[in-house]
């Protein structure tokens, strides 16, 4: 257990509402990441963040932003969800070159 | 051509088989290979984390990689009911002067009492 909490676990939301998810880490990790996770496409890099207020882009990182104001929180920010966003969005941290995953926040948008 | 390449599966095999799961990846780049289980509707969890060509072992689980080949794979041993879950592979590279992971789509695992 790599001290790692989401919030919410579940959410179902409408099209065009603002979402936020949460990621919080216990243990000071200076990396962060958000993946989403979807049948078909496996894991795949949103942003991930270096240290405070250091953040960059990965793979599919349109729709999405980021921000991190403290060293423990990480937040994904879906401006207007779509339903293309509906999918399982799991929170990882970095210790050397190993990478430890929260439990997930499932996110349906109707 | 994708960078990991992982045959989804499924995979159903009796109790105390031995199961092999395989990666091939294209990218030289690559220099860490790790493997991760992921049971349902849970995160993934850190199996196996090997940085060299040649085997690993930890207890009923040997990871391999074949940097020549481009080739990894994860054997298990006496497999058990327990261990069905699906399994990622991983790879990291560096980008942007950060350490990325490419994924694998996952192998679904089932062990059949």
């Known amino acids: 257990d790599a001290g790692i909490t989401q919030s919410p676990r579940h959410k179902v939301t409408e099209t065009g509402t603002p979402v936020t998810l949460r990621c919080h880490q216990t243990e000071n990790h200076r990396y962060m990441y958000w993946y989403r996770q979807d049948p078909g496409h496996g894991l795949r890099l949103i942003h991930y963040?270096?240290?405070?207020?250091?953040?960059d882009k990965g793979e599919v990182s349109d729709g999405y932003s980021v921000s991190r104001s403290k060293t423990e929180d990480f937040l994904l920010t879906l401006e207007s969800a779509t339903s293309s966003q509906t999918s399982v969005y799991f929170c990882?941290?970095?210790?050397?070159?190993?990478?430890?995953f929260g439990p997930g926040t499932r996110l349906t948008v109707t | 051509q994708k960078e990991v390449e992982q045959d989804p599966g499924p995979l159903s095999v009796p109790e105390g088989a031995i199961v092999s799961l395989n990666c091939t990846y294209s990218?030289?780049?690559?220099?860490?290979f790790m493997w991760y289980r992921q049971y349902s509707r849970k995160g993934p969890e850190l199996l196996m984390y090997t940085y060299s060509s040649g085997n690993k072992e930890d207890g009923r689980f040997t990871a391999q990689v074949d940097k020549s080949s481009k080739y990894i794979s994860l054997f298990i041993r006496d497999s058990q009911p327990s261990d069905s879950a699906t399994y990622l592979c991983?790879?990291?590279?560096?980008?942007?002067?950060?350490?990325?992971?490419?994924f694998g789509k996952g192998t679904k695992l089932t062990v059949n009492p």
């Open positions: 991983a790879m990291s590279k560096v980008q942007g002067g950060s350490e990325k992971l490419v």
């Open positions: 990882a941290i970095s210790t050397d070159r190993e990478q430890y």
């Open positions: 990218n030289s780049a690559f220099q860490y």
């Open positions: 963040s270096y240290g405070v207020k250091d953040t």
